[in-house]
């Protein structure tokens, strides 16, 4: 069955530290993974994207990893700041048919809350 | 100002009656997505639309209709056959007419937060 999963649910930490959330994937055959940001009562906000061939991307002070063979992502904020409370969720696209469609699998999200 | 806009922000209807959920877009993309968001669940999709004048049921229609006759517009229906329509509804929008693919970037709406009363 493709899932997606997160780790820790939630997470407090004190502004200016870093932190990293995990995700771990059963999806297949994998097309991308993406990461996401979504402020309480609003919609997401993509920060990465990722394909099969790249290891990691950053976004600022955002950087995402990929292990395309554990079927391991994890997203490191460096340097918290206030505004990066929100829910950061992870979405893994798989192909349908042959590569000409595909889906994506949302994860449930891992709240962070940055406090002062 | 380029974007994706919802309306309204908060939205509460009567049991059995239908109500009509606005997204609108600028960005002259092709494709535009319904999304539904309940707590201890990821975003399930509910419609999606590649072209106009065209939409495919996503994983949970059920209770749900849309039309497509402009680009720039693509309206969700809650009908009362909807039996748990209590939910964060999010529009999004997309210049690749399939979201899954890596150049794809979706962008979306700021939400509707629909409470049967």
């Known amino acids: 069955k493709n899932q997606v999963e997160q780790s820790p649910q939630s997470l407090i930490i004190l502004e200016g530290k870093n932190c990293t959330l995990q995700?771990?994937?059963?999806?297949?055959?994998?097309?991308?993974l993406r990461w996401y940001k979504q402020d309480t009562g609003r919609g997401p906000v993509s920060l990465t994207i990722m394909t099969f061939s790249e290891n990691t991307k950053s976004n600022g002070r955002y950087t995402a990893t990929l292990d395309a063979d554990t079927k391991q992502s994890s997203l490191h904020i460096t340097a918290s700041q206030l505004s990066d409370s929100a829910s950061y969720i992870c979405?893994?696209?798989?192909?349908?048919?042959?590569?000409?469609?595909?889906?994506?699998?949302w994860g449930l999200g891992t709240s962070l809350a940055v406090n002062p | 100002d380029g974007g994706i806009t919802q309306s309204p922000k908060y939205l509460f209807r009567k049991e059995g009656q239908n109500v009509t959920l606005s997204c609108e877009q600028n960005l002259n993309h092709d494709a535009m997505y319904w999304y539904r968001q309940d707590p201890g669940q990821g975003l399930r999709l509910i419609y999606y639309?590649?072209?106009?004048?065209?939409?495919q049921k996503g994983d949970i229609a059920e209770g749900y209709s849309v039309s497509r006759e402009k680009k720039e517009s693509f309206p969700l229906t809650v009908t009362s056959a909807q039996k748990n329509p209590t939910a964060f509804y999010l529009c999004?929008?997309?210049?690749?007419?399939?979201?899954?693919?890596?150049?794809?970037?979706?962008?979306f709406g700021q939400g509707t937060r629909l409470t049967v009363v």
């Open positions: 995700c771990n994937y059963t999806v297949s055959p994998f097309s991308n």
């Open positions: 639309s590649q072209i106009v004048n065209d939409f």
């Open positions: 999004a929008s997309s210049s690749h007419r399939d979201l899954g693919v890596s150049r794809a970037e979706a962008f």
């Open positions: 979405v893994v696209s798989f192909d349908l048919n042959a590569g000409n469609n595909r889906k994506l699998i």
